[in-house]
């Protein structure tokens, strides 16, 4: 038996997973309220301690962290055009597991500068220009950049011959130089800056975020939590030589104050009548609505959906849906206690989970030409997946999260959207995703064998 614990620092909860990488076998899991105020080690220990009632005491060979304590991994990207490089820096970005809390583009203004003050990001990405392209926009905004106050650390990763240039400029700031994020016209580029990112994660955002008194605790904290998701979903949709994953697949994440959605699909048209506008998108992508979450971002799903849609899914007045929403954004802690309580709740979770994918998901649309009918795609064609892997806690304790989910596909309401046809539902009944990322970096097959066998598949374990 070779134990190992994994952690995972969460905004709300420290969550505990305890596995057995020889058998490989799921020990036991277990979560407390992080302590970041304090020491962050309470709340491990907690944790810990509700672990080892399940588990009894062991002897861990090793332990990994991940974490999205105190607000996670806050980033500002700064592009030239908003359909090509700012789109790509901010796909850089989530890809990394931040939080992005502000995207401009073209030239930096003055205006611009006082909303990147006030977000008080952890770090700022820095994109412009294929290379060999356009200079003027990225150099101006370094030199903008450099007034901004805060102590954040400024990665450049856009046209190659400016780069020198901007670290000139940003003299007074931390800044590193990696590799262009589209260095031609439409071609992505965006691992080396994911890389770069999660670089300072470790180095720098992991002591600014409190978080070094774990590090005595733990053998390493190695990625923020939503990136140990992606490698996760990655690695369960792919699979290993001898050992093969579930194919490809869509994940939703559904929490209090956002949603998280993941997809691991190659997306592109599969017809030849079809053509793709924009820049493409990542094989393995992740967004965040960050206005759509069961608690501290309830009115965003209200406002999205719509109140009378809610209320007709909760079989519920609408009044009374109001009412009950205005409780729940008032005391975000609180869990339904009633029949009422829960057919909004299940309301709520489903019209969060149609939100959140509907705009992950790409469109495609008519279009006529001299040569006749042709359908222009943007986005990611999803249309053909197969599998929507459930998680948060939202959806996990829900009493029929498959159903909720389901609201993840295609609707004639919605004709254009390019969402799941059909698909299974796999449900992360033990909150084990995130944990099985973490083990990936170092026991993958353990990890790969014991998410197909934890998840189950449309409320029936496989």
């Avoid at 992080?34 to 309470?42: I, L, N």
């Avoid at 559904?254 to 924009?278: C, E, H, N, R, W």
């Avoid at 649309?365 to 986005?379: A, C, I, R, S």
């Amino acid at each position: 038996m070779r134990p190992i614990l994994l952690i995972d620092f969460g905004s709300t909860y420290t969550k505990v997973t305890a596995v057995d990488v020889d058998a490989p076998a799921l020990l036991g899991t277990a979560s407390s309220y992080t302590t970041v105020q304090t020491d962050v080690g309470e709340g491990l220990a907690r944790a810990v301690a509700q672990l080892e009632e399940q588990t009894g005491k062991l002897d861990y060979a090793e332990r990994y962290a991940c974490s999205s304590a105190a607000g996670g991994l806050r980033m500002v990207t700064c592009g030239l055009v908003p359909e090509l490089t700012a789109e790509a820096a901010k796909q850089a970005s989530l890809g990394a597991g931040a939080k992005v809390v502000g995207v401009y583009s073209y030239q930096l203004t003055e205006d611009d500068l006082d909303e990147i003050a006030a977000a008080r990001p952890d770090i700022v990405l820095l994109t412009g220009g294929t290379d060999g392209g356009n200079r003027d926009c990225i150099l101006h905004n370094a030199e903008m950049l450099a007034g901004v106050p805060g102590d954040f650390p400024v990665v450049v990763a856009g046209n190659r011959a400016a780069a020198r240039g901007c670290q000139r400029l940003l003299a007074q700031k931390e800044t590193l130089l990696c590799e262009n994020v589209m260095p031609r016209f439409g071609v992505l580029n965006i691992e080396p800056a994911q890389q770069k990112i999660r670089d300072i994660f470790l180095d720098r955002i992991i002591r600014a975020k409190g978080l070094s008194q774990a590090s005595e605790l733990v053998s390493g904290i190695l990625m923020p939590t939503p990136s140990a998701m992606l490698a996760a979903m990655t690695l369960l949709a792919d699979g290993l030589e001898g050992e093969p994953g579930i194919g490809e697949l869509l994940a939703v994440d559904l929490g209090g104050a956002t949603t998280d959605v993941y997809s691991i699909a190659s997306g592109m048209p599969k017809q030849l009548d079809t053509v793709y506008k924009g820049l493409p998108e990542p094989y393995a992508k992740r967004t965040v609505e960050g206005d759509i979450g069961m608690r501290y971002s309830i009115h965003g799903i209200l406002e999205a959906a719509g109140l009378d849609r809610v209320a007709q899914l909760a079989e519920l007045p609408p009044e009374t849906v109001r009412q009950m929403v205005e409780d729940l954004a008032a005391h975000t802690d609180k869990l339904p206690d009633s029949a009422a309580g829960r057919q909004l709740d299940f309301a709520l979770a489903s019209l969060a989970v149609e939100t959140a994918v509907a705009r992950h998901a790409g469109t495609i649309e008519q279009t006529y030409t001299p040569v006749g009918l042709t359908y222009v795609q943007t986005g990611k064609d999803l249309s053909d997946v197969r599998r929507i892997i459930a998680t948060g806690g939202a959806l996990i304790h829900a009493p029929r999260p498959e159903e909720a989910v389901r609201h993840a596909l295609w609707s004639p309401a919605d004709p254009i959207s390019l969402r799941p046809k059909q698909a299974q539902v796999w449900v992360d009944r033990h909150y084990i995703l995130a944990a099985m990322g973490l083990l990936a970096e170092h026991y993958p097959k353990a990890a790969l064998q014991m998410m197909k066998r934890e998840l189950t598949c449309d409320g029936n374990s496989k």
